[in-house]
């Protein structure tokens, strides 16, 4: 009987050339300036990246800044996040599992800036080689990041072929293209991009005459090894190729070493893939020696299966955000129930009565055979004590009554307030879910911004906005969900308020603290909007109101100013 013919092993390389400049950009919104990213050397700063504008400048990676502003003294030089684009690489790496169960970020420490996922026998399911490079180079790019992709039959060549594009694939393949309008909002900070490398062909021949022309640099050698190859006039890979192999060897260290390096790149040396870490969600598993036909075997399953689901989160530090009970039946198909929770919890009797009621209603069909609970969603939970000497918060006790009315009325029904990033009072706080979805991929920002989760490909939820500070400005207690129009009598017009007029009662001003101006959001109000002076009054019975004036006599911005009342304090 013949044996099955050996699959080729498939490599695919995805290269971030702008990793760091990118993010940087998205997060601090600044204008494409000639702004370089720098960390520390033995002799000073040294550039990290480089903006476009910067590059077209002079500077380039790995340059003292020194010398980069002996070129260009207009350089704007801003610490690199090195952590951040490490931490956005790891979650990178896990979201890159939709292509592949074996992804590994390739590079070490700051130097990190790519991944490599093994994608043998998985390219049929995009519609191929060519399927699979168009979707993973247009959900990068949906994350406003530039990607270069190549795939071969090793590492090394894929890596190689990734930054030095083999002139053999002709100028269509391989020419430097710029995206075009609408590849995303900072396209002038990007790099150049490339079409990805067309799928190499078989067998180590046509391999070696694909990367033939790369330069030496392909080999990833150390660059004291590279220079010395060149030197040499071992300029590319076929150069190198045609030398013997011990005369090489003598001449370089061993990790040097260019005949190994060269044996890796055509795969006559094995170069593994340790595909990233990753931890499991916690999960207990209760398996029936008989199939549970009553309604209340996924009650009675889950009375067994939260204790185990807890120890283990103990264990862990964990606390669960969202529980999902699976009732597996004899004929293959499955049942689900699921809850998530306000705040990370682990309290057995709190989740088991959130589960209770959906696991009873759970349909057994003909029959569950197993059970399985999961947290799929989780959080790190400390040991922690509520209070010293005094009462505790509550804290805990307002969670718990928010997760059972969520389940009980539904999570759309139960809000909390929710900070927006405004200076505007109307639009600073609005109203969300008091349980947060889980469900989806968070924002782009959120991405950006680095961290994980606690599972594999499973991001953790975009973390809450938090409102730029309003310096000095006392709120009232209630403000009004529309500022009310109120009639206002003054002594001039720029001056202090002393009567007005609100839902037909006049009140007559005692005392008045302000102004305090605030500039309108020209980057969402048209050009006509006015500004807004803020005054605090107390009319003679002593109630206190929130008002303000809507522009200044002659701004040209509109009539005479106009008054509103905002908000009521006590």
Partial sequence: MKGTKKQERRILSVWLPALAIERWAKLSGAEPDPVVLTIEGAHGPVIHAVTAAAAARGAQAGARLTDARALDPGLVAVPADVAGDA???????????????????????????????????GAHLFGGEAGLVADVEERFAALGLTAR????????????????????????????TERGEGAGPHRALTLPALRASLPLP?????????????????????????????????????A????ERRSLARRFREADNP??????????????LTAAPCALPPRSVLRLEEPAVHGEAGAQALERLIPRLVAELQARQLGARRLALSGFRVDGSVAVASVATAIASRDGA????????????????????????????????????????????????VARLVDRLSVKLGAEKVRRPKRHESHMPERASG???AVPPRDGEGDRSAKLRGGGGSACGKPPPPPTAVPLPLRGRIKPQRLL????????????????PRRFMWRRAVHDIARVEGPERIAPEWWREPSSARLRDYYRVEDQAGRRYWIFRQGVAGDGRGGAPGWFIHGLFG
């Fill in 202 to 238: 078989q067998g180590e021949r046509e391999l070696s005459a694909r990367l033939a022309p790369l330069p030496v640099a392909a080999l990833r050698l150390s660059a004291q090894a590279t220079r010395t190859l060149e030197r040499l006039g071992l300029k590319t890979i076929g």
């Fill in 149 to 176: 992709t190549a795939i071969a039959p090793t590492a090394g060549a894929a890596w190689a072929l990734a930054r030095f594009p083999s002139p053999l694939e002709g100028e269509g393949d391989s020419a430097p």
């Fill in 481 to 496: 969900d529309r500022p009310e129009a109120i009639a206002v009598v003054y002594a001039t017009p720029e001056g202090l």
């Fill in 431 to 433: 109203w969300a879910s």
């Fill in 240 to 243: 190198l190729a045609g030398i």
């Fill in 350 to 397: 709190h989740l088991q009565r959130l589960l209770a009621e959906k696991a009873a209603a759970l349909d057994p069909e003909f029959g569950f055979d197993a059970f399985a609970l999961e947290a799929s969603w989780s959080e790190p939970l400390g040991v922690a004590q509520d209070s010293l000497v005094e009462e505790a918060n509550g804290e805990a006790d």
């Fill in 259 to 272: 005949v190994d390096a060269l044996d890796r790149l055509l795969g006559r040396k094995n170069e593994p």
């Fill in 87 to 121: 931490a956005l690489l790891a979650r990178l790496a896990r979201w890159a599992q939709r292509w592949s169960p074996l992804v590994e970020i390739d590079g070490a420490d700051a130097d990190a800036d790519a991944l490599r996922l093994d994608v043998s026998g």
